[in-house]
């Protein structure tokens, strides 16, 4: 099991926003942060700190969180987000890192 | 930039020890910390463990009886040890780098840790 939930799956029209969560009591300490990998890729980061992002990552991606639960949204999305996308922190003791299971979204 | 490049033996038999190491270029591995993660096929990511840079280490619970890490300095290389495997230790596994920082706002202080560099990761099958 893991201390991070997340949506196994979300669907997207082109062009349209969605916005996915990650759920977990370390998250009220500890900011998540989201990675993107794509089939046979190694995972991307996409969003850490306060809704920061990494040089190359398009702005249409941002991140925000609140009382336990972290959001990655992707603000018109495109053909090549469809993706897995993990959120990541520390557990409750602080001392390791833990992944959720991942939430894939698919682009329609 | 910063790469990462794992390395090893993409077979390994069972109750054997699988190790790998990350050579990591344009970057001092004595700076940051270090991080393995390993992914079976079509599943999700596990964290393994972390080294930070003055060799504290800290492991995954779940696998902490069987795993060590370590730091080659003179090489600018870690390295992981998983040892006694069986077949679900079969996973592509991935190097990273991992950078930390801690904010202030109204909604009150927070750490935060992330990995921005990733290997391309390395396919280890556990078989006899």
């Known amino acids: 099991s893991s201390d991070l939930t997340q949506d196994p799956a979300v669907s997207v029209a082109l062009g349209q926003t969605v916005r996915i969560t990650c759920q977990g009591d370390s998250l009220k300490t500890y900011l998540a942060s989201w990675y993107q990998q794509k089939p046979g890729q190694a995972p991307v980061l996409v969003i850490f700190g306060k809704n920061r992002r990494p040089s190359g990552i398009p702005d249409r991606f941002s991140g925000s969180t609140s009382r336990g639960t972290a959001f990655l949204t992707i603000t018109g999305a495109q053909a090549e987000d469809e993706a897995d996308y993990y959120c990541?922190?520390?557990?409750?003791?602080?001392?390791?890192?833990?992944f959720g299971a991942g939430t894939k979204i698919v682009v329609l | 930039q910063v790469q990462l490049q794992e390395s090893g033996p993409g077979l390994v038999k069972p109750s054997e020890t699988l190790s790998l190491t990350c050579s990591v270029s344009h970057a001092s591995i004595n700076t940051d910390s270090w991080i393995w993660i390993r992914q079976p096929a079509g599943k999700g990511l596990e964290w393994i463990g972390r080294?930070?840079?003055?060799?504290?280490?800290n492991y995954n619970p779940s696998l902490q009886s069987r795993v060590s890490m370590s730091v080659d300095t003179s090489k600018n290389q870690f390295s992981l040890n998983l040892n006694s495997v069986t077949a679900a230790d079969t996973a592509v596994y991935y190097c990273?780098?991992?950078?930390?920082?801690?904010?202030?706002?109204?909604?009150?202080?927070?750490?935060?840790?992330?990995?921005?560099?990733w290997g391309k990761g390395t396919s280890v099958a556990v078989s006899s």
């Open positions: 990273a780098r991992e950078r930390s920082g801690a904010v202030s706002g109204s909604d009150g202080h927070y750490y935060y840790y992330y990995m921005d560099v």
């Open positions: 080294i930070s840079t003055n060799g504290i280490t």
């Open positions: 990541n922190s520390r557990d409750s003791s602080g001392d390791h890192g833990v």
